[in-house]
Nanobody
Framework: QVQLVESGGGLVQAGGSLRLSCAASGSIFSINAMDWYRQAPGNERDLVARITSGGRTYYADFVKGRFDISRDNNKNTVYLQMNSLKPEDTAVYYC??????????????WGQGTQVTVSS
C-alpha cells in the first residue's frame, strides 16, 4: 500500500506564491508519472500539471508560465510551485502518483487534498 501526504496549502493574496508538496511512502518499487489536480466547488477535478519518470512536464493552459512542477526521486516527493496566483486558482489541490510496488502490483494513489485560497 502506498500513502500520499500533502502539505503547503493556505491563504494567499492575489499575485502571491505557494509551494505544495506531496510525499509518497510505503511499499514503493518505482514511480511513474506524478500529477497535481485541482477541484473547485461545483467543478470537475482538472489536471493541473504532470511530471513523468523521465522528468518531462505537462501543464494545463490555465497555469502555463505561472506554475512549476518538479520531483525528488530520492524522497518520492512531487512539488508544485505556484506563482502569480489568481483568485480563480482557489481550489482543493490533490496529488496523484502511479507506479509499482515491491510486490509487483501497480498502484494509483491520491493525496488527501490541500486547500489553496487566493484572495483578491
Amino acid at each position: 500500500q502506498v500513502q500520499l501526504v500533502e502539505s503547503g496549502g493556505g491563504l494567499v493574496q492575489a499575485g502571491g506564491s505557494l509551494r505544495l508538496s506531496c510525499a509518497a511512502s510505503g511499499s514503493i518499487f518505482s514511480i511513474n508519472a506524478m500529477d497535481w489536480y485541482r477541484q473547485a466547488p461545483g467543478n470537475e477535478r482538472d489536471l493541473v500539471a504532470r511530471i513523468t519518470s523521465g522528468g518531462r512536464t505537462y501543464y494545463a493552459d490555465f497555469v502555463k508560465g505561472r506554475f512549476d512542477i518538479s520531483r525528488d526521486n530520492n524522497k518520492n516527493t512531487v512539488y508544485l510551485q505556484m506563482n502569480s496566483l489568481k483568485p480563480e486558482d482557489t481550489a482543493v489541490y490533490y496529488c496523484n502518483v502511479r507506479g509499482s510496488t515491491t510486490g509487483w502490483d501497480n498502484f494509483n494513489s491520491w493525496g488527501q487534498g490541500t486547500q489553496v485560497t487566493v484572495s483578491s
